[in-house]
Structure formats: structure tokens, C-alpha cells
């Protein structure tokens, strides 16, 4: 019988940038691994790559996810985001993702507003590398076919203007959380780009806009309103899935977890996570 199991960071990782939730990545592979233990121990044998067999599988099982995902956020309370990734290790080890521009909030946003076959195909080749054959085995499609949808997906990350890390993104970061500490809405518009938005996620399970509040001075009175509302809230500088960002906490509970995107030494896109869920990893 061949012995597995390395493989499993990778596909946390790519089941992660496929769902943007770690609960579900992590379903998706354990799915994977009992369909590899439920072959006989000659179909094992007689499999080539085991790594390959396992991607294909956990590729289709994303692709089943998806499609129910689209139905349950029919009923998501308010905006939804993906659930973001503190830095280090998790509390397994074996489930730690590899933080690179491709799982930035930001890149994990517009990846959501792509069709389920286009995000496949999209990760797959573009950010795992795989070649446009094994792509076409996961859905089941032409290579031809996987090759337009790729490049249909490439048009929404172009469109979408994803910025990549570039230096400056923590003063930026850190300028911004001691404005907002100081409840100093002039000194946050002038961090805020004139067009910027602010989503939040609660999931009806918190407190939050269930629309994207959009403009400099909106966003900027919103979030001096939010800590004015709560005087015991702190707020701290961390990492978020990679990149500079902020951590909300309150009596010591994590309330939110705050990502930014900073473009042209100003920041364009806020997402705050506040469902509860979502925040199970954060530590206390």
C-alpha cells in the first residue's frame, strides 16, 4: 500500500484558495483522503501519482461545494468574505497555508465572483501550476475549454486591479490604526482614497453594515462611529492572510479582524470579519 499524507498542505491550500474557508478546506481533504483509503490496496498501487489522484478528487469536491455555497449565501445574513488566516502556524500544523499574493483578501475576493469552473481552472494552473490536461480531468472539460477559462479568469483579476505586496503597505497600516484610535476622521481621510469601501461580515451573528459603505468620508466617520460605540475596544497591527493588517479585540475576545488594500500609498478596499465563526483561529 502506498503511504500518503504530505500532500495535505498543499491541498489545504488549494482547497483554501478555492472556498475561502479553512472549515471547508479542511472537510474537502479529509473527503479526499477517505476516498484514497477506500480503495482496494491494488487500485492504490496501480495509481501513478498519488498527489495527482488526490487533486483531481479534492478539485471536484470544491467544485460540488461551490455550487452548494452559491445556494447557501442566498441566505447569508449581510455581505459576505472569506474567512481570513492569521500568520504562523494553525493548530495543526499540517494545515499551515502558504501565505502568498494568491490568498490575500483582496485576490480571495474577486476569485468568489468567479464562476466554480473558472476558479478551478484559474488556481489550478495559474497558481498551482498544473497543466491545462490534469485541469481538464478535475472538470471534466477539454484542455481548450480549461485554457478559455483561465484566461476569462485572468480578465477578472486584470479588471479587479489586485495590487500586489509593495513596500510602504505597513506604515500605511499603522497610520490608519493610530487615526482610528484617535477617533480622527480628517487624519483617516487623508489614509482613505476619495472612492474607498469598507465591507464588513457578520453573518447576522454580529454586528455589522450589511452593505458596503463606499466614500472616504463615509468610511471614515463609519469606523470613528464604531469605536466610539465601544470604548473598551482595542486595536491592534497583525497579519492578515499575509499582509499587513488589522485585529479589533474587546474584553480580550477578538470582535474583528480587519484587511486592507493599500494602493498608491492609500487605502482603496476594506474587509472586516466580524461572524464569529470566522474567527475561531484568531487567538484570544
Known amino acids: 500500500m502506498t503511504v500518503i499524507g504530505p500532500e ?7 482547497a483554501y484558495r478555492l472556498l475561502g474557508s479553512l472549515g471547508d478546506a479542511e472537510d474537502v481533504v479529509q473527503e479526499a483522503y477517505g476516498r484514497w ?19 483531481t478528487v479534492a478539485g471536484r469536491i470544491c467544485l460540488d461545494v461551490l455550487g452548494s455555497a452559491r445556494v447557501r449565501r442566498e441566505r447569508y445574513v449581510g455581505e459576505w468574505l472569506p474567512e481570513p488566516v492569521p500568520a504562523g502556524r494553525l493548530a495543526d500544523p499540517a494545515d499551515r497555508v502558504t501565505l502568498d499574493e494568491s490568498v490575500t483578501m483582496a485576490f480571495l475576493v474577486v476569485l468568489d465572483a468567479m464562476t466554480p469552473a473558472e476558479r478551478v481552472a484559474f488556481v489550478l494552473h495559474d497558481v498551482f501550476a498544473y497543466p491545462f490536461a490534469e485541469v481538464a480531468a478535475v472538470l471534466d472539460r477539454t484542455p481548450a475549454a480549461c485554457r478559455q477559462l483561465a484566461s476569462s479568469a485572468r480578465r477578472r483579476v486584470a479588471a479587479a486591479r489586485v495590487p500586489q505586496p509593495a ?3 505597513a506604515d500605511v ?17 487623508g489614509l482613505l482614497d476619495p ?3 469598507a465591507v464588513a461580515d457578520g453573518g447576522g451573528l454580529a454586528g455589522a453594515a450589511l452593505r458596503p459603505v463606499v466614500g472616504g ?12 460605540r465601544v470604548p473598551a475596544l482595542t486595536i491592534e497591527e497583525t497579519t492578515v492572510n499575509g499582509q499587513p493588517g488589522l485585529v479589533t479585540r474587546r474584553d480580550g475576545t477578538v470582535a474583528a479582524v480587519v484587511a486592507l488594500d493599500v494602493v498608491g500609498g492609500v487605502v482603496r478596499r476594506i474587509w472586516a ?9 484568531w487567538p484570544g
Do not use: C, M
Not at 495535505?8 to 488549494?14: D, E, M, S, T, V
Not at 497600516?173 to 481621510?189: C, H, N, S, Y
Not at 470579519?273 to 483561529?281: F, T
Open 8 to 14: 495535505r498542505p498543499q491541498l489545504i491550500g488549494l
Open 37 to 55: 483509503y477506500a480503495l482496494t490496496g491494488p487500485q492504490r498501487d496501480a495509481i501513478e501519482s498519488p498527489a495527482a489522484w488526490l487533486t
Open 167 to 169: 513596500p510602504g503597505q
Open 173 to 189: 497600516v499603522r497610520a490608519f490604526k493610530q487615526a482610528w484610535e484617535a477617533k480622527d476622521i480628517r487624519g483617516l481621510v
Open 195 to 197: 472612492e474607498a469601501t
Open 217 to 228: 468620508e463615509r468610511v471614515a466617520r463609519y469606523a470613528v462611529h464604531l469605536v466610539s
Open 273 to 281: 470579519v466580524r461572524n464569529p465563526e470566522k474567527l475561531r483561529r
